[in-house]
């Protein structure tokens, strides 16, 4: 989801970067220079974007690899925030702030919602392949997924549903009032703002307020015999792992063999003895501690819109000041409203809940991108430090690469497929434990 760009000085023989216009050729720190015209032919990606994009596909790995050794690293098994819980969220806030720099001039609508339509679908399509359930994990060399029982829905699909709604309020829903302060940029993106607000209304009025029978569903036991357990319910409002909308919702307009059927809950203290981490039931385990529950439903996909168009409003700032300290400024403020907001919204019992997706999760996370996309800017872009992220840059250049062949365990697999006389005996199989394949980027 390329193709933004930033203008800078075109003056080949200064070798001090034009900051104000985002350009940085040094990795050491100078004076700012004057600022200098903006040329039209020079042209240069946001640094600091491919910079955060790139720790977030390491902290993607990090929490892929290392997760299941240290709790504070994986995602929370329910109510609460890790580190890992800022993956998924990162993502989405930086494809917002792509989409605006893309869609900076955008000469004609209907041919580009047209090409983000199918940008979309090959994204969501990929992601079917990837998380459907095709590939059978590291230590299998088998693939193959009965069409009755595929996952539909996945990190890449829940990306592409984002990316295609935020990019179609980028290219149709945008005013055309001047921009010289911080709110002007709130009126002329007004429409944009209300589409958020109207998707986090109507998502936390469908969480709290529908009504959620009993329900039950069956699992396949060894020797392939069938249980079934029954899971009662009949309450309004309940944000717990049984009885919650987002799962009424999803299985019935996925169907339950279409969600994911290792739940984040499984860690919870209600169903391991080993929890935060996964173990056997207890005793007295609810009888949803088996259910399927698919973290990228649909219903919960609609406030992960809501990050990818905070995302929007951030690159916005780009495009209408230019000016670090503007930049800087308002992205602060609002990073901070919306962390003060969603402490306060979990300190009443709107608890943040990346399962859920909750309103307050979306507002923390968000702002919490925020600040860290303001910090990287202030390093890489404004001061020049490029040679320590480096490395950063070029992972974020190439994440989706990486996130196939690594995060979804193509390359180990592949890997895997080369064995001495046996196929135990490869590099694969050296490994202490079985990394899943879609293990960190699946909620």
């Given amino acids: 989801m390329g193709g933004y760009e930033l203008v800078r000085s075109d003056d080949a023989a200064v070798t001090t970067p034009d900051l104000e216009f985002g350009g940085s050729t040094s990795s050491k720190a100078e004076p700012l220079p004057p600022p200098r015209p903006p040329s039209p032919a020079a042209r240069q990606r946001l640094v600091s974007l491919d910079v955060f994009r790139g720790i977030t596909v390491l902290l993607m790995i990090i929490v892929d690899d290392v997760g299941g050794f240290l709790p504070a690293l994986n995602h929370s098994p329910w109510d609460g925030v890790t580190v890992g819980d800022f993956v998924m969220p990162f993502f989405l806030f930086i494809v917002g702030v792509s989409l605006t720099l893309a869609y900076k001039r955008v000469p004609d609508k209907l041919e580009e919602t047209k090409k983000a339509v199918l940008r979309a679908l090959r994204l969501f399509c990929l992601g079917l392949v990837l998380q459907g359930g095709f590939f059978h994990g590291v230590r299998s060399l088998s693939f193959g997924v009965d069409i009755t029982k595929i996952r539909l829905m996945g990190t890449l699909q829940r990306i592409a549903i984002a990316y295609l709604v935020a990019a179609i309020c980028e290219i149709w829903l945008k005013g055309d009032d001047d921009v010289n302060y911080g709110l002007d940029v709130l009126k002329r993106y007004r429409n944009q703002l209300f589409v958020g607000l109207l998707l986090s209304v109507m998502y936390t009025v469908l969480l709290y307020d529908i009504y959620v029978p009993d329900w039950e569903y069956q699992i396949t036991g060894p020797g392939s015999t069938q249980k079934s357990f029954f899971v ?71 406030m992960a819109i809501v990050t990818c168009l905070i995302g929007l409003q951030f690159g916005h ?35 943040m809940n990346k399962p859920l997706y909750t309103l307050s999760y979306t507002l923390a996370t968000a702002g919490a991108s925020g600040l860290l996309f303001a910090a990287i800017y202030t390093l890489v872009d404004m001061y020049g430090f490029r040679k320590p992220t480096i490395s950063m840059e070029w992972l974020g250049k190439h994440a989706l690469m990486i996130y196939v062949l690594v995060a979804c365990n193509i390359l180990p697999m592949f890997v895997h497929g080369f064995y001495w006389k046996e196929p135990k005996n490869n590099l694969v199989s050296s490994r202490p434990s079985e990394v899943h394949w879609n293990q960190s980027m699946k909620r």
């Fill in 232 to 302: 009662k319910c009949g309450v309004r409002g309940d944000t717990g792992p049984g009885c919650n909308a987002v799962g009424m919702v999803d299985r019935a307009m996925l169907g339950i063999d279409h969600l994911y059927r290792r739940p984040v809950y499984a860690r919870t203290k209600e169903c391991s003895i080993d929890s935060p981490e996964n173990g056997p039931l207890p005793p007295d385990a609810p009888s949803w501690c088996q259910a399927p529950f698919d973290p990228e439903g649909l219903l919960s996909s609609v």
């Fill in 317 to 351: 700032v780009i495009i209408h000041f230019e000016k670090h300290n503007e930049r800087i400024i308002n992205w602060l403020i609002p990073s901070f409203s919306m962390l003060a907001v969603a402490f306060s919204m979990d300190f009443i019992g709107m608890h």
